[in-house]
């Protein structure tokens, strides 16, 4: 039985060798030859002294060597942490000396970019450099070296001991206020999310899944574990338009595509979507997916299975509606995913009844090992629940998320809202997902996001931030029309803004919120009604 992230790689090599693993642009390359540069890596590290647990930070795009180096550090007995490749250099180093990290896996290219960020990174000593490293920049204190030579080491060391209990990465989360927190997950918590997702999505070794989303975001990294865990064949892709993602799929003949709501919104809009007709599936979390883009994509994609999911960093995946439920309630979020236990409490923990709102709260082997250094924030939102077997009572850990959902009578779960997104006007909780609803079914937006202001007689104002549909001019008094027909008076925008542009988004491809409302407050802050 697998129990250890990296095992995912070998155990299919021994099964099919020759099955290819990775495809990246032109290279492509099988499971045997994967296995052998992941130990090879693994040996290079502890070269350069790795440490049990210590942490390797990989700052690449999504390629072959960023899939080897998040392997490989596991392998090697330490806990990678990826970074997203859009983060900005000060974020990055916020976050290397964050968790200590003492060996970075990065290009030339953005190491030039860190150059003056690196000397607040205390715990740094080695930094290993993909593709050409002729104008790598020399950095005082740091060794340098090339990815082949980190490769190359031809040292047997024996690996540090794992069990899977063990820490294995740290994810950090885009965060909605303050610095990001870094989540810490084990060996075993990666190993069973990556079993019970292939099992409800029934992954097998003729999948061929593409990756677009950033591999630091715990749903992006989800499409590697998956596809190792059954020995399928893992496309990456660096999109620049959603179109491009289209011509992928025809091309290399893929059957699995995961993606934010957001960029199913623009995948929906593409008058050749219809052409990824061989996708057996697709997925969609990390948000709400609008009713509209849903009707759109079941209308290019008849034949391919739709599975919506909800998860977070912190459990890495709670509940998924199976594809068949998705015609009957297609607001809904589902039910717990296979070895999960999802419930949604009250605040002081008890249960809620049917179509009562509250928080989820998840509990289980999937429940991460809290937050980095953070003993104040992992008590906050981690807490032991008391469970109830039969000759037995004992406390479990559970993860409370933050977010307001229900559940119907038939146990399927619905979101509500983040926490920290509730509006709070004249005196109602507004969730903005509701006024979002309203302006998609207009057909008329491409994106719609609804936040709430300061306002001196409301305490919050609903703003409503809107881009329009390709070939759509779009009308604020007519969108707001189409709101007074089905919201009442306290939830009715007291702005439409629109944008020509693209709304702003986080790293992990989600519309930025937290962005959003900082302009707004600047820039409307005395609305009036």
């Not at 130990?39 to 390629?63: I, N, Q």
């Not at 309203?438 to 202001?453: K, L, M, R």
Request: glycine share 6%.
């Amino acid at each position: 039985m697998t129990k250890l992230i990296h095992e995912l790689i070998f155990k299919s090599a021994d099964r099919n060798c020759n099955k290819e693993a990775l495809v990246y642009k032109k290279r492509r390359i099988n499971y045997t030859d994967l296995a052998d540069e992941v130990g090879k890596a693994a040996t290079g590290l502890l070269g350069f002294g790795l440490v049990r647990h210590e942490r390797v930070a990989v700052y690449l795009e999504k390629r072959i060597e960023t899939v080897v180096s998040l392997f490989a550090t596991t392998l090697a007995g330490g806990v990678f942490v990826p970074i997203n490749e859009l983060l900005k250099p000060e974020q990055v180093a916020y976050i290397l000396a964050d968790c200590n990290v003492r060996i970075l896996v990065t290009s030339v290219a953005r190491l030039k970019l860190l150059e003056i960020v690196l000397p607040q990174c205390r715990d740094l000593h080695t930094i290993v450099v993909v593709g050409v490293t002729g104008n790598a920049p020399h950095i005082p204190d740091l060794n340098i070296v090339s990815w082949e030579e980190i490769c190359l080491t031809t040292n047997n060391r024996v690996v540090h001991r794992c069990v899977d209990s063990d820490m294995a990465a740290i994810l950090y989360t885009s965060g909605s206020t303050g610095k990001p927190k870094g989540v810490v997950l084990s060996h075993r918590n990666l190993v069973i999310g990556a079993k019970s997702v292939a099992t409800y999505l029934e992954n097998n070794p003729d999948d061929r899944i593409l990756s677009v989303l950033p591999l630091s975001f715990d749903y992006g990294f989800s499409q590697l574990t998956t596809a190792f865990y059954v020995g399928a064949t893992n496309v990456l892709m660096n999109y620049l338009f959603p179109r491009d993602i289209v011509n992928t799929i025809v091309e290399e003949n893929i059957s699995a595509l995961a993606a934010v709501p957001p960029l199913w919104i623009q995948l929906s809009q593409l008058n050749n979507l219809n052409k990824a007709n061989s996708l057996r599936y697709i997925t969609s979390s990390g948000g709400v997916m609008p009713r509209q883009t849903l009707h759109l994509i079941r209308r290019a994609l008849p034949k391919t299975k739709v599975f919506l999911m909800y998860g977070l960093t912190e459990a890495f995946r709670s509940t998924y509606l199976p594809s068949e439920e998705v015609d009957k309630r297609p607001d809904s979020i589902g039910k717990a995913i296979p070895n999960a236990k999802v419930f949604v409490l009250r605040e002081d923990g008890t249960h809620c009844a049917p179509e009562e709102p509250g928080e989820l709260v998840h509990c289980g082997p999937l429940v991460s090992l809290g937050y980095w250094n953070d003993t104040q924030k992992t008590a906050a939102c981690f807490k032991p629940l008391v469970s109830n077997q039969i000759g037995l009572s004992m406390q479990e850990l559970a993860v409370w998320s933050g977010d307001t959902v229900r559940v119907d009578k038939g146990g399927y779960f619905y979101f509500i809202s983040r926490r920290d997104e509730m509006i709070k006007t004249s005196g109602y909780r507004v969730s903005p997902t509701e006024v979002e609803d309203v302006i998609y079914a207009t057909e008329q937006v491409g994106e719609a996001v609804a936040i709430g202001v300061p306002h001196p007689n409301l305490g919050q104002a609903i703003v409503v931030v809107v881009t329009s549909r390709a070939g759509v001019t779009l009308d604020a008094d007519k969108l707001l029309m189409a709101c007074k027909r089905h919201l009442p008076a306290f939830m009715l925008p007291s702005l439409i803004d629109i944008r020509t542009n693209e709304l702003p988004r986080n790293a992990n491809g989600k519309i930025d919120r937290k962005c959003l409302a900082h302009e707004l407050q600047q820039t409307f802050i005395n609305i009036s009604v």
